[in-house]
């Protein structure tokens, strides 16, 4: 027989297990949820390969949205704050600078490690009695129909059917539920690397954020606890490699010489690791009872730091339209589906538009290019408004799903 829900979520990373949170209310009124995920599920050992040791700038939306589901508090003392933000351009003049004062907010975002932010998420959504999971589990098959999505899933050797009125596929920017219902995802790969370790200077950070755009791609310096940098270096393959290969000295001093002095003397670099970069975008993000979502719907590249931002403000959008629609067994309509991508798809465009944008604008050669970027910086450094919309942006203070409560 087969199991039958309402939702069936396939990917407990950060945005299947953000889903499965905001869900929690409407789970706890009778809204019928699985999610199901290839690796198992503990709150004291996470092992979903997304919640790795890697960190990431998260928006002051994001930070609300988990506050809204209740991780926040466990996750705060472990955060460090986003108080200041400048972007700039190496050798070259012109920059831009944001201050959360400006905003009158405490910060425009946060930053923190992926395990911890996966720690707190696995363990609050092990807390939803209702909430079915299917860990570790994989999904061989998937039918849709007028009737729903059907879903076969193997666990432990064992061999189950399940039926949803909408399925959510999780899964990644390697989407197998894509690929097995022939929803295609276009890629761009921008033949570069990012790479990434933690890096202390020998003086206070004071809660800066540094985004500096060079030739060979962008450098981010994102403020941690105790006085740490999470560093991305977006850079060629093959340059990447030889960063890697490089004893701790030589990769201090090229770091050093890459970004000068004022931040004070490189006093230590952890482990470095490295990660291809591409765009990812799904050709469809909804049919009927299906929809596509985080880096299976974008993926992208991690200038500014908005790729997992957005998916979380996606979701949330998704959240308010399945909450508000579940008991009239229209959430796998597409007007229901419609109604949450219409919500989205702006902030989407635009978003994804300046992930992709930004460091290609930023890598064109020339003087005139040179003088219309570092004007364009001024500019913007000196004009309000200008500078508000780019910081609600930053901030993930968009979209039509920010105030609703779930």
Request: glycine share 8%.
């Amino acid at each position: 027989m087969k199991q039958i829900f309402d939702v069936i979520i396939v990917g407990g990373g950060m945005t299947g297990a953000s889903l499965a949170l905001l869900l929690k209310p409407a789970i706890e009124q009778g809204l019928k949820v699985a999610l199901v995920e290839a690796h198992a599920a503990s709150a004291q050992q996470v092992s979903q390969p997304s919640f790795d040791d890697r960190t990431t700038a998260l928006s002051l939306s994001t930070q609300r949205i988990f506050s809204k589901i209740g991780v926040w508090p466990n996750m705060a003392g472990q955060a460090c704050a986003i108080k200041h933000i400048q972007v700039s351009q190496q050798k070259q003049l012109g920059r831009i600078r944001l201050h959360a004062e400006d905003s009158q907010v405490e910060a425009m975002g946060y930053v923190l490690e992926n395990r911890i932010m996966g720690q707190q998420l696995m363990s609050a959504m092990l807390k939803i009695p209702q909430l079915t999971l299917f860990t570790p589990a994989q999904v061989t098959s998937y039918e849709v129909d007028a009737h729903g999505a059907q879903l076969t899933i193997l666990q432990q050797d064992e061999t189950i059917e399940l039926q949803g009125n909408l399925v959510v596929l999780a899964d990644g920017a390697n989407s197998e539920g894509c690929r097995q219902l022939g929803i295609n995802q276009r890629r761009h790969d921008y033949e570069q690397n990012a790479v990434v370790c933690n890096v202390s200077f020998d003086q206070p950070h004071d809660n800066w954020a540094f985004e500096r755009f060079t030739m060979q791609g962008p450098m981010a310096l994102l403020p941690m606890t105790a006085n740490r940098f999470a560093l991305v270096w977006c850079m060629g393959k093959e340059q990447s490699q030889q960063y890697l290969d490089m004893n701790d000295d030589a990769f201090q001093q090229a770091l050093q010489q890459a970004v000068g002095h004022k931040l004070g003397r490189v006093s230590r670099t952890g482990e470095r690791f490295s990660y291809p970069l591409s765009l990812v975008v799904a050709q469809e993000q909804i049919r009927r009872h299906v929809v596509v979502l985080g880096n299976a719907a974008h993926a992208m590249h991690p200038v500014a730091g908005q790729g997992f931002n957005l998916a979380l403000r996606d979701t949330q959008a998704l959240a308010k339209q399945i909450s508000e629609h579940w008991s009239d067994h229209s959430i796998g309509s597409l007007d229901v589906l419609n109604r949450y991508l219409s919500s989205q798809i702006k902030d989407q465009k635009i978003t994804i538009a300046l992930s992709d944008g930004l460091p290609k604008a930023f890598t064109q050669s020339g003087t005139g290019w040179s003088i219309l970027r570092a004007l364009g910086m001024s500019v913007m450094d000196v004009t309000p408004v200008a500078k508000k919309l780019f910081t609600r942006q930053a901030m993930g203070l968009v979209g039509s799903a920010d105030t609703w409560q779930p």
